[in-house]
């Protein structure tokens, strides 16, 4: 376990914990800040990385900690075994069962541990996909609003132009209002998300990693939102802006 940033927790009596780098980026957490497990704060001293997906989700704190957060004062929960490289894991772990019987519960494989990375790692791969998907269709949505919005205000806006309009103005004006479109799409877009979040948590399918709302994760939403609006919005824009004057006003 590498600790890229931060220390290792002080002492075993100190409220300290180091945590893993995808669960740090998940709920936006950094040295300095604190996690509340079971009403209690403690706080992000350092944050690791394994390159193991499922190790880098979790944290690291003292036993004395682990065990008041679990309730169990003077015992142990789980144990990890380090092998050799070349050692068989399946005779290990079969050794293992055969010492203590029911007094343990199965070791997972290295195989199992391979599965859930690769699966994490699709998942991973496909929001990102889906995301990006989504922002491509949201562009476009915009280019096609705006463009039946330029085509339908055609003779409004040779008015304009007559009446001394700038091309400028006319740009800003069309831009203003894909801008105010998009962000609209993301308020909603934000609110639908928190509502679906909450109505999976009332199923009863949380994890053991609860979803954080957080500002930031709201801000960037809000500026692909921006970005989405003056990207889409451009082009219609630009075509309004150098509509000529006399065309525009013959249309009917």
């Known amino acids: 376990m590498e600790i890229t940033s931060g220390s290792a927790f002080s002492s075993e009596d100190a409220k300290e914990l180091v945590m893993g780098k995808v669960a740090a980026e998940n709920l936006n957490k950094t040295v300095g800040d604190s996690l509340t497990l079971n009403n209690t704060d403690y706080k992000i001293v350092g944050i690791y990385q394994t390159g193991n997906l499922q190790q880098d989700g ?3 704190m003292s036993l004395d900690n682990a065990q ?3 309730g169990e004062e003077g015992k142990v929960t789980m144990i990890y075994v380090k092998i050799e490289k070349d050692a068989n894991v399946e005779q290990i772990t079969q050794s293992i069962e055969d010492k203590y019987g029911n007094d343990l519960t199965t070791v997972a494989s290295l195989e199992d541990l391979q599965s859930v990375d690769q699966g994490l790692s699709v998942i ?8 990006l998907l989504a922002i491509v269709i949201g562009g476009v949505g915009v280019i096609n609003t ?4 330029v085509y339908e205000r055609t003779r409004e806006i040779g008015v304009l132009k ?10 800003s004006m069309i831009l203003g209002e894909s801008v105010v479109l998009t962000l609209f799409a993301g308020v909603v877009g934000i609110v639908m ?21 957080s500002l930031d994760v709201f801000l960037r939403g809000f500026l692909v939102a921006l970005i989405v609006g003056l990207v889409g919005g451009f082009y219609p824009a630009y075509r309004a802006s150098n509509l000529p004057p006399t065309e525009a006003l013959r249309y009917e």
């Not at 705006?146 to 919005?149: F, L």
């Not at 007559?162 to 740009?171: D, E, F, M, Q, T």
């Open 146 to 149: 705006m463009i039946m919005s």
């Open 68 to 70: 008041e957060i679990q």
């Open 58 to 60: 979790g944290v690291f």
């Open 162 to 171: 007559a009446v001394g309009w700038k091309n400028r103005r006319i740009l």
């Open 124 to 131: 991973d791969t496909a929001s990102w996909a889906i995301s």
């Open 193 to 213: 998300g928190v509502v679906a979040i909450q109505v999976i948590l009332a199923m009863g399918m949380s994890g053991i990693i609860e979803p954080v709302y």
